[in-house]
């Protein structure tokens, strides 16, 4: 009888549980710890223009998941316009529409953005090079003279740019530089001498973070692709490289940033604010892709994600009952009942839950007595047990009331079946054991249910079984490994002592 | 207070979890339990074997029959109900005679007919079953256990458990029922437990609530002399039960009864681990012994060769 496909099961409801959770971790920036504060930055796009009384159509390019940020949610206010997202190859834009505007218009469209250090940047596609870039007399010298000084003083497509950038900027600007520049504009210029010297570059803006500004604009970068595809962004002004810890790009596709038909005036202003939030706030507010991989239980309607919330914790206390069962050896009285009663100490808090149980079975139990000189059949003594307890709680309840303890309310929270069955089970243990089993078996109950309370209500554990679906597949395997287990006991250590005393 | 796992290993102690993994659920196929959890299944099946076992009165499988119990034990003098799927001894009610004014148990309690009916009904609705399901009852005669035995035990009958692995008996004991066990042979309720020697039958370590004891706590009898006559019958009873049931690890629980000898009272698939207590040595290297033999040897081979590797000399001998 071969162990192999068993461990390789465990070994692989192990492995993926492990990628699973690092996956959600890394990919989705879901923090290990519940406490961890995130920094979310709230941008306000604010788009004013001057109607013409026709029909108008307004685009407005949106920024993306990028390195460094994470989009969260998004949200907008634009009183009689229709809205649509558009997501194509060209970025995602928001596109509002209306029959009929005069008058200045604003549309407001705000975003918060999660910052996320390790946040990867999506695949970009280069651009394509446009084939035949022609200049007029006498800027095509002037060009050629500039690209060909550059590609001197350069090694590659970025050294490249850099030249090229500073060429145009402080003490470097020659006279070639200073006639383009009468004719045409820094960055579109310096991207069509990039494409005429073979190298893929773009125009992208991008929007300087800073607490609490407001009125901003963007400002243009370069994006500057290599022949392997890589990108960095170069600084037009200063020819820099790389970005700014605190940039982010608005428009990242080389489109323009606002469109307006049926207006005039328009422009586009920013305003920001930054603040932190705790992690798992600004997990819950990700827009998740429904891809497999995302599985996740943030997709489903808040009140079903607090159901999954106690679902998901149910494992923990299993493997709390398996552990002090297989490894220790406490016997409880009904395997998982200690479990259902560790829930109900959830609702209730610790102290509440463990006074109210010890009430309803100490009093079910006196009652429970009485019930077994009626001599009836097992099913009816068990649902008049039923009634009991239910009649028990609701004493308790009121009277609780009465006395101003709103805690005592909470007991109604406690599985009444569960607990006439170990009413049952107690009393009958009480008369055939005697009352030492019934404190042995009931006490073995109580240290698992507050052991599994502990651990179920600890925020670690409930943050970390409810944002990593794959803890649930190593709790399995644990499970299943914890099953395979044939060495002794705790107790039995102390049960086998007297042989070894020889 | 602890013993190291590596003591209690190198004592070949077996646990729980090594029971239940290694040997229940490797040797004893599910399909198999029925017969021994089901009293009656395993009576009928005894019968058919030849195994002898206490007279069956009657059974009582409804409730409307409940009311027949009195009528049914009748002239009958002592009897005994037990749930036919109880564990444990659980449910079990041994009546030792019976007069105008109702039923005595061996501890001089009188029962009514009530008390009768209402233990039945609650064996009917499963109280003492496995699982909760209903259930029926037995009605047995009474064992008139062996003299001798008489000063070794208080209120109960005495009974021997076997433990039959694959067919060889590896480890037996004899529970003693005690005044702190009610008159029950269980060692966790108070019994005293009496490892026997495979080979000859005779006591090797007395113990109760897991301590050693050199002799019975009511009646005061040294424990040492305790010798089971019939020894080779009752080992070879034992060990039938192995092609009697197919139950790899199995535990027999016999009595030895006045008139018709060594008797099979019931069988267990989940015997407990006390017995190692009670030999003062683990199962394990018996076990593992048995596990290296080939399969196919007959009762008479395997009872011999059982006989020859696990004999032992006891610890009250060696006192006395």
Known sequence: ?502 | MWASPGKLKAKGIIGMNRRNIRYISRYNSRHLFPLVDDKLKTKLLAKRFGITTPDLIGTVTTQFDVKHITDMVAGHGGFAIKPAKGSGGKGILVIEHQDADGYVKPSGHRLHREDLERHVSNILSGLYSLGGATDIALVETLITFDEFLSEYTYEGVPDIRVIVFKGYPVMAMMRLSTAASDGKANLHQGAVGVGLDIATGTALRGVQFDRPRMDHPDTGHELASLRIPDWEVLLKLAASCYEMTGLGYLGTDMVLDRRHGPMLLELNARPGLAIQMTNGEGLRPRLDLIERQPDGANVEARVAFARHHFARRGELQVAS
């Open chain 1, 1 to 502: 009888m071969s162990r192999v496909p068993f461990y390789l099961l465990v070994g692989v409801l192990m492995l993926t549980g492990i990628v699973m959770t690092v996956y959600r971790h890394v990919e989705f920036d879901v923090p290990w710890t519940p406490g961890e504060q995130r920094e979310v930055w709230e941008v306000e796009a604010q788009v004013n223009f001057f109607a013409n009384g026709g029909p108008v159509k307004v685009n407005l390019a949106l920024p993306s998941h990028q390195e460094n940020f994470r989009v969260l949610t998004e949200n907008t206010a634009s009183s009689g316009y229709g809205l649509s997202f558009l997501d194509d190859d060209s970025g995602r834009r928001a596109q509002w529409a209306i029959r009929e505007a005069s008058g200045g218009q604003q549309l407001y469209y705000s975003v918060q953005l999660l910052v996320a250090p390790d946040a990867e940047a999506p695949a970009v596609r280069p651009p394509q090079i446009p084939q035949d870039i022609t200049w007029e007399r006498p800027y095509d010298t002037a060009a050629q003279g500039i690209i060909a000084r550059a590609h001197q003083q350069s090694a590659d497509a970025f050294t490249f740019a850099r030249e090229l950038i500073q060429d145009f900027s402080g003490d470097r600007q020659d006279e070639n530089a200073r006639l383009l520049l009468t004719r045409f504009d820094r960055s579109p210029l310096i991207v069509r001498l990039l494409n005429q010297a073979g190298i893929a570059a773009r125009k992208v803006d991008g929007l300087m973070l800073e607490d609490g500004r407001r009125r901003q604009a963007l400002s243009s970068w370069l994006q500057v692709f290599d022949e392997d595809g890589d990108w960095v962004i170069l600084n037009p002004a200063t020819g820099e490289q790389g970005r700014p810890d605190n940039l982010l790009l608005w428009e990242a596709s080389g489109q323009p940033v606002l469109e307006v038909q049926g207006g005039s005036n328009s422009g586009v202003s920013f305003s920001m604010l930054k603040h932190n939030e705790p992690a798992a706030v600004a997990v819950r507010n990700q827009l998740m892709n429904n891809t497999l991989l995302n599985f996740s239980i943030h997709s489903l309607p808040l009140e079903e994600q607090s159901l999954f919330k106690t679902i998901l914790l149910i494992p923990i206390g299993a493997l709390v009952v398996v552990l002090l069962r297989v490894l220790v050896g406490i016997k409880t009285s009904g395997t998982f009942m200690p479990v259902l009663i560790a829930l109900a100490f959830i609702q209730t808090s610790l102290f509440t839950g463990l006074v109210g149980f010890l009430l309803v079975v100490a009093v079910g139990l006196v009652i429970r007595s009485y019930l077994s000189h009626l001599n009836l059949l097992l099913v009816a003594r068990v649902s008049a047990v039923i009634i009991t307890v239910i009649a028990i709680i609701s004493l308790f309840s009121v009277l609780a009331y009465r006395m101003g303890l709103n805690a005592g309310l909470t007991i109604t929270f406690f599985p009444m079946i569960i607990l006439s069955w170990t009413i049952e089970r107690m009393s009958i243990l009480w008369e055939e054991e005697g009352p030492k089993q019934v404190l042995i078996q009931g006490g073995g109950s109580l240290v698992t249910a507050v052991l599994a309370y502990l651990a179920m209500n600890n925020p670690w554990i409930r943050h970390v079984t409810f944002n990593f679906l794959g803890i649930q597949l190593i709790l399995m395997a644990f499970i299943l490994l914890l099953g395979n287990y044939t060495g002794y006991r705790l107790l039995e250590l102390r049960r086998f002592k007297p042989i070894t005393e020889d």
